[in-house]
């Protein structure tokens, strides 16, 4: 088959077990749980999903020579991802790690058609389930790795961050090192280590779409308490549990849904705050490989090094988050 990706452009995949895995159930799941949660659904950011996503993850360490095993991780690395992903870390209180879906990945999988299709290929589902067993797949923070790279250049262009020639920049300079994903260019380097940090500002970390990540949980523990929804629909897609909460007749849950708009602001107010809030920030610190050896960023480059330090030092801790009143903020 031909897979034609954003990104990447047009793959050919002919490998039996990699097309039946995205065909099952669980991956095609994927294609109605957006990859920013609520941002994603009222639209004030792209509308990438997960699926895309694991596609892209497929893909890159693909073009980095990753083993077909490798490839498998990679498509199932988020498919644990519940409705409205990260925001279902704010719903069980997992802002700064947001791993539940990581947490649940086992119980999930086994209750899908993964482990029978994989089965019928020979291979042990639990096997594919620690993604850290696949290093290109899946780095810790701050390195590089294919998960990280591919949800920053996928977002970057819709983000206003980048076009298509950074893209291909970028791709163009990863090398696999020490079995690991790195670059041979600092230029390249540079503009990933600054770039990724203003995307964390823009999206993943912005004050406003963290607010309304907070009041989308805080809907959905009402949602949970008052029977609207229960746990077993957080594993369904998003719309229909977006859809489920507004038909639920509870003011209180109503309430909180109406704020939940593109137009909510909110502002700092240590004194009187709707709630405190923090999130997991991200700033990745690439290896660069300079005359056969390998070196993060920041220590090739102190500048970048006190801008990354600078920028986790500001937004780190609780943020006192006040729901803006009509035409404030």
């Known amino acids: 088959m031909v897979y034609d990706d954003v990104i990447y452009g047009s793959v050919e995949i002919d490998e039996p077990v990699l097309i039946t895995l995205m ?35 497929m893909i890159l360490v693909r073009r980095l020579g990753a083993s077909v ?17 990260h925001v279902i870390d704010y ?69 206003g961050l980048a076009d298509q020639s950074d893209v291909d920049f970028v791709l163009g300079s990863l090398v696999v090192e020490d079995g690991r994903i790195a670059t041979n260019n600092l230029q ?30 805080r809907a959905i523990r ?27 007749p509870d003011p209180e849950l109503q309430t909180n849904l109406k704020l939940v708009i593109p137009g909510t602001r909110f502002v ?13 920030l991200r700033a990745i610190d690439p290896d660069v490989v300079v005359n056969s050896e390998m070196q993060p960023l920041s220590v090739l480059d102190r500048q970048f090094g006190q801008h990354r330090n600078d920028y986790l030092t500001r937004k780190q801790g609780k943020w006192p988050m006040r729901v803006a009143a009509d035409g404030e903020g």
């Open 23 to 57: 065909e099952t159930a669980a991956l095609q799941r994927l294609k109605g749980v957006l990859q920013h949660g609520i941002s994603g659904l009222i639209g004030i950011t792209s509308p990438i999903t997960r699926f895309d996503h694991s596609m892209g993850a």
């Open 69 to 85: 095993e490798e490839q498998m991780a990679a498509l199932l690395h988020d498919v644990s991802h519940t409705a409205f992903s």
């Open 91 to 159: 719903v069980f209180d997992g802002h700064d790690s947001q791993s539940y879906h990581d947490e649940m990945k086992e119980l999930y999988v086994a209750g899908t058609d993964v482990p029978a299709t994989l089965a019928r290929f020979g291979y042990d589902w639990r096997a594919f389930l620690q993604e850290e067993d696949f290093p290109l797949l899946e780095q810790p923070s701050p390195r590089l790795c294919a998960d990280r790279l591919d949800y920053f250049l996928r977002d970057s262009g819709p983000l």
């Open 188 to 217: 390249a380097a540079r503009w990933m280590g600054y770039t990724f940090i203003a995307a964390d500002d823009a999206s993943w970390a912005n004050f406003d779409e963290v607010g309304l990540y907070e009041l989308t949980a």
């Open 222 to 248: 009402r949602g949970l308490a008052v029977g609207a929804i229960t746990e077993a629909d957080i594993w369904l897609t998003d719309k229909p549990v977006w859809a489920k909460l507004h038909a639920f």
């Open 268 to 280: 700092w107010d240590e004194k009187n705050p709707t709630f405190l809030v923090s999130t997991k």
